[in-house]
């Protein structure tokens, strides 16, 4: 039978052929591209003509797009599927492809291949590709003792194996630690619609978790009791309330391995290890940006609280009923999510919010592919078009949450943009909205509306990138740059223009009235200290943690005093504020791909920040706040279509005409 992910896709772009695919085919076609890729390695180092580009980093990139071709669909399915099988697949894979990986990056011969290239008349993309090559083999270990790669790569193994293991049981903690009710009256606040899609067929009613700490339905649970409920269930989780989720153990055995890791390589923790891989280079300036922020976040949490309490009736506040209150406030200050739903359906929201904002920045247009299908039915395709009608790629969706798919959401590429290879991208977006019964609109909150214009902010990285190689493509970029593209895409929902062509009456389509349109504005910088001190907190969390030498890394019985006393420490703790994202349910972090890097969203804020002022003035035209195809062509080509084909500061400042502006971020946040 033939494997459908070791033969080229034949459909449009060569989107996969998602429903050939089946989990059967992953191990054996993951195996066959990690041989084929070790067999073009070995032929790169033996080759005994001089090295060259043509010779080493073009045959490096074709490889590298193969098996990006077979795995990515894979990771996919993985993420957005999930379920008992395809997690017992990625769990015997990621050791595998760990070790693989290390195959690469500690061998010494394909260093000095890569060292002995002259780039004296390179062109800039292959001049920084084999640059930040070189500086990625040095980094990794390559120029420990045979003895110390071996150690390196037997921490390696073990990493991916935690890793996976810590993702999954988190993902699972989601169903484990759901609310479980027996009471129609429990769900006072809610609509009958929202009350039944929770009830079961024993006539209890379960309220699945969603990843992070503070549950949406908080908002609209009248009985503080069932509020604090379900708050307690959901920072419960990890914590051994449930044996197969309970990842307590797992921190500290990844804590202890990335220690470890980090004192093989020479570095006194695996943060300054991460920073330096990235724009901030140092943990310390790191630990300065959160710890300045946190400060001015903390003291305007505290005036929040104080605007709170005429509400409470005495009561006292508990973290539980923060977000009920503060969108209470929203109402008489700026504008609550009951006003705005039903102007902001999903497709409105979609077709003429970030598409429209899409138009008239770059000039694409998106058109409905419905003969491409997804993984499930309820995935759209759309194909991305230049002005001149000339193809951009493909952006697929899946918006709905189910059983065994990740928490969240992200955007991932199963089809890299190349000049070399000839491929335009295909782009996912994720998300986990809850599935609207057949016939009727999903209405989505002002967060969820956030989170479609973010995701598509890395869908345009990519869909928009216009680089040589597969290997500098799209969102190939440092961690604490790659959130740049998306966060400033947000700031288009917000746009008095592109507002109005979405948020129209989901029944009537009337516009949304310009009194509500006026307070969305002015809420901008609503309960920033809420939101920003629950970000600040996760992020010097993961911070704390991955400072720690091997010998301070506490025992399982004690991660949550440890969590306590480094928020205490770092001067971000406060009782009605939880972090976002606790230790044991903090898949950025113990998940693995934002190790140490969970800082990368504030960091790439403060570029934000400064190019969203660039957007208001010099490229504004007419008054227009920027949306204009003139400031989106610079940013497009400056920034956007580079990828890592130069160093993303210099991206940067071909936009701004400068280096950022730290005060920029405070100023955004209104603190």
Request: proline share 5%; no cysteine; aromatic share 8%.
């Amino acid at each position: 039978m033939t494997n459908p992910l070791l033969t080229p896709s034949e459909l449009p772009y060569g989107v996969p052929n998602w429903e050939a695919i089946k989990p059967e085919h992953i191990i054996p076609a993951a195996r066959e591209a990690m041989t084929a890729q070790k067999d073009t390695w070995e032929r790169i180092v033996t080759n005994p003509e001089p090295a060259t580009v043509e010779n080493t980093v073009v045959p490096y990139d074709e490889a590298e797009a193969e098996i990006e071709r077979v795995l990515s669909p894979a990771y996919t399915l993985a993420s957005s599927i999930g379920g008992d099988e395809l997690d017992a697949i990625q769990a015997e894979l990621g050791p595998e492809l760990s070790a693989h990986s290390n195959l690469f990056w500690l061998d010494r011969r394909m260093y000095d291949r890569f060292n002995a290239i002259d780039l004296a008349h390179a062109d800039e993309e292959t001049s920084y590709l084999v640059s930040d090559i070189l500086k990625k083999f040095r980094q990794g270990g390559i120029d420990l003792p045979d003895e110390e790669q071996e150690k390196l790569k037997e921490l390696d193994a073990e990493l991916s194996a935690k890793e996976i293991d810590f993702s999954q049981r988190a993902t699972k903690a989601m169903t484990d630690n759901s609310l479980i009710l027996h009471s129609r009256e429990d769900l006072e606040g809610l609509s009958d619609e929202q009350a039944e899609s929770y009830r079961q067929e024993d006539g209890t009613y379960v309220i699945p978790l969603l990843n992070f700490t503070n549950q949406p339905l908080q908002v609209e649970l009248a009985k503080p009791e069932i509020r604090k409920a379900l708050l307690d269930t959901s920072v419960s989780r990890g914590l051994g309330g449930f044996e197969s989720s309970d990842t307590r153990q797992l921190v500290v055995d990844i804590a202890s391995l990335r220690a470890q890791r980090a004192a093989l390589l020479g570095a006194p923790h695996h943060a300054q290890v991460v920073a330096q891989r990235g724009m901030a280079k140092d943990s310390q300036a790191i630990i300065d940006l959160l710890s300045s922020v946190a400060t001015r976040a903390v003291e305007a949490v505290d005036r929040e609280h104080e605007a709170m309490l005429p509400l409470t009736e005495g009561k006292d506040i508990t973290a539980a009923d923060w977000t009920h209150y503060q969108e209470q406030i929203r109402g008489q200050v700026a504008v609550d999510d009951a006003a705005l739903k039903p102007y902001l359906a999903l497709s409105n929201v979609v077709e003429n919010g970030i598409f429209f904002a899409a138009n008239q920045l770059y000039g694409i247009t998106f058109k409905l592919r419905p003969d491409i299908v997804g993984y499930v039915d309820s995935m759209r395709t759309w194909e991305a078009l230049n002005e001149d009608g000339s193809p951009v790629g493909l952006f697929q969706a899946d918006f709905y949450a189910r059983k065994g798919k990740s928490g969240g959401a992200w955007m991932n590429s199963v089809v890299h943009q190349s000049n070399r290879a000839g491929t335009l991208p295909v782009v996912l977006n994720n998300a986990n909205f809850d599935e609207p019964t057949p016939g009727t609109e999903l209405l989505l909150t002002w967060d969820q509306v956030d989170t479609l214009f973010h995701e598509f902010g890395h869908a345009l990285h990519a869909l928009l990138s216009n680089t040589y190689y597969v290997s500098t493509s799209g969102t190939a970029v440092p961690r604490d740059f790659v959130e740049m593209p998306s966060q400033l895409n947000e700031m288009w929902a917000y746009h008095p223009r592109v507002l109005a062509n979405y948020a129209t009456h989901f029944e009537t389509g009337e516009p949304l009235p310009a009194e509500l349109a006026e307070k969305l504005s002015a809420s901008k910088t609503f309960a920033q200290g809420f939101a920003t001190t629950e970000f600040v907190a996760s992020a010097l969390l993961d911070q704390a943690w991955h400072r720690l030498t091997v010998d301070q890394v506490p025992t399982a019985e004690k991660v949550e005093e440890f969590e306590r006393a480094a928020l205490e420490d770092l001067g971000v703790y406060h009782e009605l504020v939880p972090p976002r994202y606790r230790t044991t349910y903090f898949k950025h972090t113990f998940g693995g791909g934002y190790d140490a890097g969970y800082y990368s969203y504030m960091w790439a804020e403060v570029l934000v920040a400064d190019i969203e002022q660039w957007f208001g003035t010099e490229g504004a035209k007419d008054g227009d706040g920027g949306l204009n195809r003139e400031a989106g062509k610079i940013l497009r080509t400056e920034l956007l279509s580079r990828g890592s084909s130069r160093d993303p500061m210099e991206s940067f400042k071909a936009v701004r005409g400068r280096e950022p502006r730290a005060e920029a971020l405070l100023e955004r946040r209104g603190l």
